[in-house]
C-alpha cells in the first residue's frame, strides 16, 4: 500500500518561499496523481494543486494561481510543492494525497487513496 510522507514546512516570513516534499513508498508514484490540500486553523481542507501522472497540473484555487508549482519526479517516487510570495493567509498544515489511476487529477479529498501525515507551514514576521 502507497505510503506518503511530507517534509519542507517551516516558519517563513511574508514573501518568502517554500519547497514542500512528499516521498511514497510501498508502490510506484507514476500510478498516481498527486493532490495537495491545505487546513487553516479553524478551517476546512482546501485542495491547492493537484499533478497527474505525466505531469498535467491543476490549481484549483484563485489564490494559489501564479504562486504555486507542483512537479514530481516519478524515478525518486517524490511529488514537489513550491510555494512563492508566501501570505500569512497561506499558514496551515499542507498535505499530499495520492488518487489512481494517475492520468486522472481530482481535488475531492474523500476520493484519495492515501495520505500523508502533513507538513506545517507558518508565514509569519
Known amino acids: 500500500q502507497l505510503q506518503l510522507v ?14 514542500l516534499s512528499c516521498v511514497a513508498s510501498g ?8 493532490s495537495w490540500f491545505r487546513q487553516a486553523p479553524g478551517k476546512g481542507r482546501e485542495g491547492v494543486s493537484c ?28 511529488a514537489y510543492l513550491e510555494i512563492n510570495s508566501l501570505e500569512p493567509e497561506d499558514t496551515g498544515l499542507y498535505y499530499c494525497a495520492a488518487f489512481s489511476p494517475g492520468n486522472y487529477c481530482t481535488m475531492n479529498p474523500n476520493m484519495m487513496d492515501s495520505w500523508g501525515q502533513g507538513t506545517q507551514v507558518t508565514v509569519s514576521l
Do not use: C, M, W
Not at 6 to 19: I, K, T
Not at 27 to 34: G, N
Open 6 to 19: 511530507e517534509s519542507g514546512g517551516g516558519l517563513v516570513q511574508p514573501g518568502g518561499s517554500l519547497r
Open 27 to 34: 508502490s510506484t508514484l507514476d500510478y498516481y496523481s498527486i
Open 51 to 78: 499533478i497527474a501522472n505525466r505531469g498535467s497540473i491543476t490549481h484549483p484555487a484563485d489564490s494559489v494561481r501564479g504562486r504555486f508549482t507542483s512537479s514530481r519526479d516519478n524515478a525518486k517516487n517524490t
